[in-house]
């Protein structure tokens, strides 16, 4: 008999990430960790293992390098468990020269989303969508393909930054579920595969702990974007022994 596995995925998960901090100009040469790394822009590498891995990232290894966001939650993480995270180099922007350009434009998309997202009808539907592919284009692959983007805006480590800052999002979210390390079983882009058998639910059968706005509210300052919403809530597959493990 197979145990109960449902999805939910994250509501605008990069857009709500756009507000990240990315370099603004040349990055200063490779060298030491400053203290002040985790106000910067771009990577630090790890100088030995990452304690507490969570959901399965078993691929991080010492000598690999790390943006910024992902390394900042790493550290938080292992902080919380009486561990420490350790660097030996980084090849950052200073803080002098580090901004978020995107903030803005984040904040009116996500105020657009929301008022179509509320608009009755096809009209409304269709621009909604329009919205969401003309940004998510943006964001996820123009500023990063040199195959489509030839110009100024071709800002590879912009688009990691946001990607860095979308996935530590994600993972933040998780770790509010109580059990949740030992329930997840996949990943896909926006969206995490959760076994239900393995943590608490609440009567909608949600992961306690999991914070779910399913629809958009009409209060535009209440919390949406980085909240998650259930995709084919409660479906049933079979699962083996080894991916229930």
């Not at 350009?101 to 989303?113: C, E, G, H, M, T």
């Not at 009808?121 to 943006?138: D, H, I, N, Q």
């Not at 059990?179 to 969206?191: K, L, Q, W, Y």
């Not at 949406?224 to 809530?233: D, E, S």
């Amino acid at each position: 008999e197979g145990d109960t596995v449902a999805a939910w995925d994250v509501n605008a998960m990069y857009l709500n990430a756009a507000d990240v901090s990315v370099g603004i100009g040349e990055p200063e040469p490779e060298g030491d960790v400053p203290d002040d790394w985790a106000k910067c822009a771009g990577w630090v590498r790890l100088a030995g293992p990452v304690p507490h891995l969570p959901y399965g990232h078993d691929r991080i290894t010492p000598g690999q390098w790390l943006p910024v966001p992902i390394a900042s939650y790493f550290c938080q993480r292992a902080e919380k468990a009486g561990d420490a995270l350790t660097f030996d180099r980084a090849w950052l922007w200073s803080r002098r020269n580090t901004a978020a350009p995107l903030k803005v434009l984040r904040r009116d998309l996500i105020f657009a989303r929301k008022t179509l997202g509320r608009a009755d009808g096809r009209p409304g539907e269709m621009a909604e969508r329009a919205l969401k592919a003309v940004y998510t284009r943006a964001l996820g692959g123009l500023l990063g393909s040199k195959d489509y983007n030839k110009g100024v805006t071709y800002r590879p480590d912009w688009a990691e930054q946001i990607r860095a800052k979308a996935v530590a999002g994600m993972l933040r979210g998780l770790d509010k579920v109580p059990g949740a390390d030992r329930a997840v079983v996949a990943f896909e882009v926006d969206t995490v595969l959760i076994n239900l058998t393995r943590l608490q639910t609440d009567e909608t059968r949600t992961p306690v702990g999991l914070v779910v706005v399913e629809t958009i509210p009409d209060d535009d300052k209440a919390p949406w974007a980085g909240k998650w919403k259930p995709v084919n809530h409660g479906a049933k597959i079979q699962l083996s022994a080894g991916d229930v493990q």
